[in-house]
């Protein structure tokens, strides 16, 4: 099989297929070009059934068509839509089926933070090989904190948005706050300073962390690896609700628990009060509405006695008059029954005197019938007895040894066969003769027919 011609090998003459051109313009375009980061906006963004993701890259003058694979754009932690900005880490290719130069893009940033993404994804793994992720590593949240502490700025809306929460949940909660920057310069060593202090105070049982949404700059503060080393280290479980529910920070991974807003921080940290207010609530419904059945029940219950009392001479006499009563019932009732019983067994007895059998007449005839069959089975035996002997003497004339006797003779060849005629015989044959007694064997020396 010839070998596939390479781009530098196609000489002028040469005819070739359009596949065949395709294939060597898209082996010329990856060689050429080496993987590269390429800017621009996002534009006609389409997201099909596949899970892939195409879209063109434009500036001012020019747009070059996109594909981004699902195992890929899984990856990107932005929401794409038309008109974003974005770095693509790319490989120059042409998509053969079609002859379209294209970019197979392997990695999306947001232009102009790039350095913060390669930042946050180099701490990121760092930490995650030390094990800072690890759930086993996560503390976990007390159902019934004492008291709760918060990690933010006093002038945050964060921090409005969590005490609301947390009056309207847990109103008897006491709460600490320890302020700090959550933005700028100078935020992170804030953030790190206010968990360690929290600590060392030891007046707080539950620890959030809380910040308002914002762009990737504004919540960095969050992402440096000296609040996540605060946080890793801190011995009060730490429940972080910062910026949206899309954003995710390196403090969030290294949390004991992760909600997706401030507000559900609070949610969070006082879940346990807020269900045990629910369930005490629900439990005094339920006994107020026992208690009240059961009151009814015994108000219905003290009518009813009161009804049935009265003087207990009085239920005496009724009760004696009452027994009377039954007992004059009773009497008569009895008599009436014995009386009943008496007429019916003199009935019996008249009955059983009427149809009772004479057991004498009835003896006589048996004994009569017995004699009568004794006499019939002798007469009967008798006569058996003679037609046997008489069949025995018939089957004795007809026996072949009595004719044997009589000085007759049974010839057979010496196959077996009987002969009863000369004709069956030739000269030399082996005859075996059978007698009344015993047996002979003979030859056929001549043979003689008997003429009829």
Not at 34 to 62: C, M, Q, T
Not at 75 to 86: A, E, K
Not at 120 to 133: I, M, N, S, T
Not at 384 to 398: D, I, K, N, T
Request: net charge positive.
């Amino acid at each position: 099989m010839p070998s596939e011609a390479t781009p530098a090998a196609i000489s002028g003459e040469e005819i070739l297929s359009v596949s065949a051109l395709n294939r060597l313009a898209r082996q010329a375009l990856e060689q050429r070009f080496p993987l590269l980061w390429v800017s621009g906006e996002i534009s006609n963004l389409r997201r099909p059934a596949s899970g892939h993701v195409y879209f063109a890259l434009k500036d001012e003058n020019a747009q070059v068509d996109c594909v981004m694979f699902r195992n890929r754009s899984q990856l990107v932690p932005f929401r794409l839509q038309d008109g974003l900005r974005v770095e693509a880490r790319a490989l120059v290719t042409l998509y053969e089926a079609r002859g379209g130069f294209q970019l197979g893009i392997e990695t999306l940033r947001q232009a102009g933070i790039g350095a913060l993404f390669e930042a946050f994804a180099r701490l990121r793994e760092k930490l995650e090989k030390e094990g800072l992720f690890a759930a086993e590593r996560r503390l976990p949240l007390p159902r019934f904190p004492r008291r709760i502490g918060i990690v933010t700025s006093l002038q945050a809306a964060a921090l409005r948005d969590v005490l609301a929460a947390l009056e309207r949940r847990a109103r008897h909660l006491p709460v600490a706050i320890y302020p700090t920057l959550v933005q700028g310069e100078g935020a992170a060593a804030g953030i790190a300073d206010a968990i360690r202090t929290a600590a060392e105070r030891g007046e707080c049982d539950l620890l959030i962390v809380a910040r308002g949404g914002g762009s990737i700059e504004d919540l960095w503060a969050f992402n440096e690896e000296i609040v996540a080393r605060a946080i890793d280290a801190c011995p009060i479980p730490i429940v972080s609700g910062i910026g949206h529910e899309t954003d995710t920070t390196i403090a969030d991974l290294v949390a004991d628990c992760r909600a997706a807003t401030p507000t559900a921080a609070a949610e969070l940290a006082s879940a346990g009060w807020f269900e045990a207010q629910a369930e005490l609530r629900r439990l005094a419904n339920e006994l107020r509405h026992h208690m009240q059945r059961r009151l009814q029940e015994r108000m219905q219950r003290v009518d009813l006695l009161a009804r049935r009392l009265s003087h207990p001479g009085e239920r005496l006499g009724r009760l004696r008059a009452e027994t009377a009563h039954l007992a004059s019932r009773l009497g008569s009732s009895l008599r009436q029954k014995i009386v009943a019983c008496r007429t019916d067994m003199q009935g019996l007895e008249t009955r059983l005197a009427v149809r009772r059998p004479d057991i004498r007449h009835a003896q006589r005839d048996l004994d009569e019938l017995a004699g009568r069959v004794r006499a019939a089975a002798a007469v009967g035996l008798t006569q058996h007895r003679h037609r046997l002997q008489s069949l025995a003497a018939s089957l004795g004339h007809l026996s072949p040894q009595a004719v044997l006797a009589r000085g007759f003779s049974l010839v057979r060849k010496s196959d077996g066969s009987i002969v009863r005629s000369s004709a069956q015989l030739d000269d030399g044959d082996r005859l075996r003769l059978t007698f009344g007694e015993g047996e002979a064997e003979a030859q056929v020396t001549r043979r003689d027919s008997l003429n009829t």
